[in-house]
């Protein structure tokens, strides 16, 4: 290695410097002891006489000089400069701004402080400390990126900057070159370690925030067990799901995530909560919910339900058929039955709707025979509507029409004479007439439509249902009874008594309307040939009679018909009411 030259001095006996001392020049040795010897001549030539040694006797003759050659060499050049030192020369070379660019990319600016560059390097440090100032803590939403483009953009600029002003440099640094590189190397380490810590913060951040988010959905659906399932509540249940389906869609790596399940199940546990406490029918709509929560949560959301995608499916049916079942006789089973054999056609609890259905059936039938028939007769007209309204084949929906319509015919009957009984009569006849007309080849309807006629007329004379009318012909001696319409419009006339029966007289056109009730009666007894008129022989007893004419009220009476006399019965109109004379 090649020193850079410094000067070196020796002392000799007599002290430093001075005559005395070595000389300094270029190419001298270590110092020696002793006298200095004499300094040649400026110009000696290299042939001269050596000087004369200082050992040498005085008395000794001087040398002789040497004879001169005939050809004399020329003189030689004279000796080089000693050469620069190359280490400082090369620790000015490319490491310099290699070094200040790397110390700079720090965001420190300590290329600037080599550089002797404080006012810069304050700069580059303060830039770097507002980074931090927006970036620490680390949250959810990270740095704006364009307070990243920037500050990167302010380390590149530093870096060029620092590594041409560190090319023009000629002043002497603190380290060498390859030192501050190496160093530089190193440091870059700390904004990537920081990059890297911050980025994992940030992702901790995330993770709590995702965190947060499953928790106060989790809280969510917890408030909401065991309400019911309306608008209100279906909306907060679809608000929870929907942060479901984004945690497993959006973040399916995430901690958050990987609870899903645990919140899903409980999400299920809540909404079928009716079910747990046994109210089938409020567990039918939650339930029909649950069904669809796989498609609402896509694919992603379907890997964290595991055996929860089919769960609801039994409940469901069960839940069905007890709601169906538990309604059989109203029109509220039709809905869950059907849906049962539409949705789970092949389900033990779809086979078990039939014998339900024949249960239910007998049951009402057998209650026909009891104190209050009326309402089974409504109950099996629903069943057979229910049978006929099911899907499918899982039931025989003929023949579970054909027993209710049978049972059908008995209760009205029944219905109808249980209404008599009660003396219940405007709706005992309303029951029997349309018994009669709807089963008009049926083997009661003549018995159905005396009775009617019986409740038709109690109905306005309460004493005429006293008892049901006879079921046979009466017996003994029979009396005439003339009927005859002395007043305009038609004219309808129900009796009961011994037998009982209705009759239709044609309207009078020439009639007239009385003034009074002795007009009529006088009418009557001059004789009813000229007026529309029918006789009827009737068993002689007591009689209840209803007339019924369009234009005015009805009117009802009673009469005891006698054999040892024959009767006239005349109907006519006055301005007040409507006249019955018996001559």
Not at 558 to 573: E, K, L, M, Q, W
């Amino acid at each position: 290695m090649e020193r850079e030259p410094r000067d070196q001095h020796a002392a000799g006996p007599g002290g430093e410097g001075g005559g005395k001392g070595r000389g300094k020049g270029k190419g001298d040795g270590p110092g020696q002891f002793g006298p200095p010897p004499p300094s040649a001549a400026p110009h000696a030539s290299p042939y001269a006489p050596p000087p004369a040694s200082p050992y040498a006797s005085p008395d000794a003759p001087p040398p002789a000089p040497p004879s001169a050659p005939p050809h004399a060499p020329p003189p030689l050049p004279p000796l080089p400069a000693q050469p620069p030192d190359s280490t400082s020369e090369r620790s000015r070379g490319p490491l310099r701004p290699l070094a200040v660019a790397l110390l700079n990319l720090t965001g420190l600016g300590l290329g600037y402080l080599l550089l002797r560059r404080p006012i810069l390097t304050a700069l580059c440090c303060a830039a770097t400390a507002a980074l931090l100032l927006v970036a620490l803590p680390a949250d959810v939403d990270g740095v704006p990126g364009g307070l990243l483009v920037g500050h990167a953009a302010l380390l590149a600029l530093a870096a060029a900057h620092g590594a041409l002003r560190a090319v023009r440099d000629r002043g002497h640094w603190p380290l060498r070159a390859p030192l501050a590189a190496g160093l530089g190397v190193v440091l870059l380490a700390v904004p990537a370690g920081g990059a890297f810590a911050y980025e994992s913060a940030r992702d901790e951040a995330v993770e709590q925030m995702l965190l947060d988010r499953l928790a106060k959905a989790d809280r969510t659906v917890a408030g909401l067990d065991g309400q019911p399932f309306d608008g209100p509540t279906e909306t907060k249940y679809a608000k929870a799901l929907r942060v479901y389906r984004s945690l497993a869609e959006a973040h399916p790596g995430s901690k958050a995530a990987g609870r899903l399940s645990d919140s899903l199940g409980a999400y299920y546990r809540s909404v079928a909560a009716p079910y747990t406490a046994r109210r089938y029918c409020d567990a039918v709509t939650p339930l029909t919910h649950l069904r669809t929560v796989p498609r609402t949560l896509g694919t992603p959301g379907k890997d964290h339900l595991g055996t929860l995608a089919t769960w609801p499916d039994g409940r469901l049916a069960t839940s069905l058929h007890a709601c169906g079942t538990d309604a059989l006789g109203r029109p509220a089973a039709d809905a869950p039955l059907a849906e049962l054999l539409r949705t789970f056609p092949a389900s033990d609890q779809a086979a078990k709707v039939e014998p339900a259905l024949r249960d239910a059936i007998g049951a009402r039938t057998t209650a026909l025979k009891g104190s209050d028939p009326c309402p089974a007769v409504e109950e099996l007209r629903t069943l057979g509507a229910t049978a006929a309204s099911l899907p499918g084949d899982a039931v025989d929906a003929t023949a579970l029409r054909g027993a209710t319509d049978r049972a059908v015919e008995r209760g009205v009957y029944a219905c109808g004479m249980d209404e008599f009984e009660d003396a219940r009569f405007a709706r005992a006849a309303a029951t029997l007439n349309g018994f009669a007309k709807a089963y008009p080849a049926g083997e009661k309807r003549y018995r159905a439509k005396d009775v009617a006629i019986a409740a038709e007329i109690a109905a306005e004379r309460p004493s005429a249902g006293r008892r049901l009318p006879p079921a046979g012909p009466a017996g003994g001696s029979k009396v005439d009874l003339v009927l005859a319409n002395l007043g305009p419009g038609e004219l309808e006339v129900l009796y009961t008594g011994p037998t009982t029966g209705r009759v239709t007289l044609k309207d009078c056109p020439s009639c007239r309307i009385f003034a009074a009730k002795s007009q009529g009666d006088k009418a009557c007894r001059a004789g009813v040939t000229r007026y529309p008129r029918t006789t009827l022989r009737l068993p002689a007893g007591e009689y209840h009679f209803l007339y019924k004419r369009a234009t005015v009220r009805n009117r009802a009476d009673g009469a005891r018909i006698n054999p040892a006399y024959r009767y006239t019965d005349c109907s006519f109109v006055t301005r007040g009411s409507a006249g019955l004379g018996l001559t």
